[in-house]
């Protein structure tokens, strides 16, 4: 009895797999949103370039430009009896300052798009490494499952054949997602280049590999160029001068003046704080906002002791927004110092991997490359998940120090585990 029943469990196990439910072509999807827009091929320069004369943030920023050079005319251009004004010279003065704030906020905004732009477009060619990847992964599995292997039961008895099928379900869904989740990264790189009205095409990478950052610089060295150049730290500080002028403005008001103007009922110091709270999976503190009102109401006395509030509050705005700034650097430096410890330390194991996968890929599956496959190629997904946040560091770096770091990247070659088809 325990050799029939064995004998017709073994005959069980030596039917064929049953056949995998098709998945659509993704082809399929691609043209059920693409909406008519045609796919054209661009390097990061070219996408770069159209984000700058496309992207609605920038032209919205040069747009609060051009009002406060206009603001900063008139004020200037003021004649007659607007001259014995007591507080012209500080409004002037202001006016100043008001000009640096606006010409600070297209700066970070400039840099802030060509982050979002590398991102996106680094994005897209991570997701495709991953999924052609999981392509040829696949394949080898679905011809692996195909046959029935000669020594079933062996394999039955380590698992080999049900550790591959279940690997080939993982994949196919893995697969899924790196394809769709390419898909969805076309579309953010073309909204960040400025939206479908106004490119008219779906962006498609001419690199396929993601390049290697060159970045040679110090925690000193970072917090020093992001305290000079970050728009932020600049809003800040200028926010301090207007709110002392502010201050000093209204000592100079006339006293029977029961309701004062300030700066900003003729000019805007509007600006969306940098960072914004997080209470997510990282803990980070808010940021103050810099606060003036349009006009100061009451006697004379009441409206200096409320400017001189502002400008203390101005002050502790200016500190916040140094401590969240230098917060940032530090996390965004032990990050990349993270991320190149553990590429080194992935590095020893890499080569050994991506030789199973060749192998595999080029001769028939063994029982001793399938038993560790699917491990393989979990290690080469991370490992270019590494690579991915290795150019996304370097770009929020560039980011964070409005541009003022330069980083280059060196162009790497194929991944050799991914035979060109």
């Not at 050799?3 to 073994?10: E, P, R, V």
């Not at 953010?188 to 095409?201: C, D, Q, T, V, Y």
């Not at 110091?269 to 990282?282: I, K, L, Q, S």
Request: with cysteine; proline share 6%.
């Amino acid at each position: 009895m325990w050799l029939i029943g064995n004998g017709l469990a073994f005959l069980a196990l030596a039917q064929p797999p049953q056949e995998l439910p098709k998945i659509p072509p993704l082809s399929t999807l691609e043209a059920e949103v693409a909406n008519g827009l045609e796919p054209r091929v661009l390097t990061l320069d070219e996408c770069l370039a159209m984000s700058m004369e496309h992207q609605p943030r920038i032209q919205a920023a040069m747009a609060s430009l051009r009002a406060a050079r206009a603001a900063h005319s008139g004020i200037h251009s003021l004649r007659g009896l607007a001259k014995l004004s007591p507080d012209l010279g500080i409004r002037k003065s202001q006016s100043d300052h008001g000009l640096a704030v606006a010409n600070a906020v297209l700066r970070q905004e400039t840099e802030d798009t060509r982050y979002a732009v590398r991102r996106a477009y680094f994005t897209v060619i991570y997701a495709e490494a991953q999924a052609e990847r999981l392509r040829r992964l696949a394949e080898i599995l679905e011809k692996g499952n195909k046959k029935t292997s000669p020594n079933v039961w062996l394999d039955d008895t380590f698992g080999i054949s049900s550790r591959l099928r279940m690997t080939l379900t993982k994949t196919r869904s893995n697969l899924a997602i790196a394809e769709v989740g390419r898909l969805k990264a076309r579309y953010l790189l073309l909204e960040e280049m400025g939206g479908k009205r106004a490119i008219g095409f779906l962006p498609e990478p001419a690199e396929k590999t993601l390049p290697k950052p060159i970045i040679n610089i110090t925690l000193d060295e970072l917090e020093s160029l992001m305290g000079e150049h970050r728009g932020e730290r600049i809003l800040a500080r200028e926010g301090v001068a207007i709110a002392n002028l502010e201050a000093e403005a209204q000592r100079r008001s006339l006293p029977f003046k029961f309701i004062s103007n300030s700066f900003a009922s003729f000019s805007s110091t509007n600006a969306t704080p940098v960072p914004t709270p997080e209470r997510g999976g990282e803990y980070r503190p808010g940021a103050i906002n810099l606060e003036m009102p349009s006009n100061f109401g009451g006697p004379k006395r009441y409206r200096v002791e409320r400017a001189e509030a502002l400008a203390d509050r101005a002050e502790l705005t200016d500190q916040t927004t140094t401590n969240l700034t230098n917060l940032e650097a530090r996390v965004a430096f032990l990050t990349l110092r993270e991320i190149e410890r553990r590429i080194l330390a992935d590095k020893a194991s890499i080569a050994e991997v991506r030789m199973i996968f060749m192998r595999a890929s080029q001769s028939s599956l063994s029982s001793q490359d399938g038993m560790v496959l699917g491990q393989a190629v979990e290690i080469l997904v991370d490992y270019e998940e590494l690579r991915l946040k290795h150019v996304l560091i370097a770009s929020e770096l560039m980011r964070e120090t409005c541009g003022a770091l330069e980083i280059p990247f060196e162009p790497r070659q194929p991944d050799p585990s991914i035979p060109a088809r």
